[in-house]
């Protein structure tokens, strides 16, 4: 068997194969078998037809694509794997020499794992690092945060009764800051409203310090992406296209509306859409690659036990989620997480 690897463009690598005569007629029964699987023929029952007599009864061109198909199935993983190359993504394969008592000949385009660049991301994390925010939680955000508690209590309640109400007159209410002791114990198990003020303070702290990291983080994925060389896999793009125009569906069902009345308001196809998204998509490509790359060299990855716990519980959550993708998620969830305690502790 004869391979030629060429290195193309964009991480993609070309590889022209020849499978021997011999070696390509060995499949013939094979071809055979499955394609009687599908023809009838009066006199037998389906998948009975002998094989001399499903072969004259077959497209000869058809039986030769059918044996290409096996061949190239079976011996593509091993091509791959005897050449060492890192293949992402499904192949481009193109039939370039197909004939009775010829070898079989074709070329495959794959899209393969690209080399990272990386800068000295220890060294940009560190910088990052020292843009932790002091969080304080002011008298007057701690307000502001009650009257919009109260108005979404009030809201829900509303709801709740059925009652029909003008969402913009609604709107337009003002609430005060003003609490007595019996409305926070309706909040939960709290003495007074002094106590509920602590924990709503603490409350109100920590999500600012998780936006405050949440926001962190991202400076430093960006920066470390400015310095990083890599020819992202055009597949790799239009998997994150997919991804985030399947996210965008999702939520606009959530929101009761349905995709083709959203089209039509945006006045776009959906392939405008995905066209917009490809510059987002091509950065979360680079950002996962980058990610990956960390991992690798700082030999990063979270505790299997852990993974297979957190695995368990959101399948106890979610009871129809697929085992193997909860998995996958679960693993790729912690491992990001590895890496980003990893990067916050460079000083």
Known sequence: MKNTIKKLAKSETQIDVVIPADVFESYRAKALSRAGEHVEIPGFRKGKVPANILEK????MMLLEEMADIAINEHFPKILKDEKIDAIGRPSITLTKIAKDNDLEFTAVVA??????????????????????????????LDEAIKELKKARKHNEIHQSGEKHDHAEFEKLEFDATLDDEYVKLLGEFENVDAFKVKFRENIKAEKIARDLEKRRIATLEKIAEATTIEIPQV?????????????????????????????????????????????????????????????????????EEVENETKRLIQTYQDADPLRARMYVAHMMLNEEIFKFLEAQQ
């Open 236 to 304: 790799l793009i239009e998997n994150e296209a997919e991804n985030l125009i399947n996210r965008l569906k999702a939520d606009i069902a959530q929101a009761g509306i349905p995709f083709e009345e959203y089209l039509k308001h945006v006045q776009k196809s959906e392939a405008d859409i995905q066209k917009d998204l490809l510059p987002d998509a091509e950065k979360r490509a680079k950002t996962e690659l980058i990610m990956m790359e960390i991992a690798k060299a700082e030999k990063l990855e979270p505790k299997a």
């Open 112 to 141: 393969t794992l690209p080399e990272v660049k990386l800068p000295e991301y220890k060294k940009i994390a560190s910088v990052e690092n020292k843009t932790v925010a002091d969080v304080t939680v002011t008298d007057a955000e």
């Open 57 to 60: 009864e077959l497209n000869p």
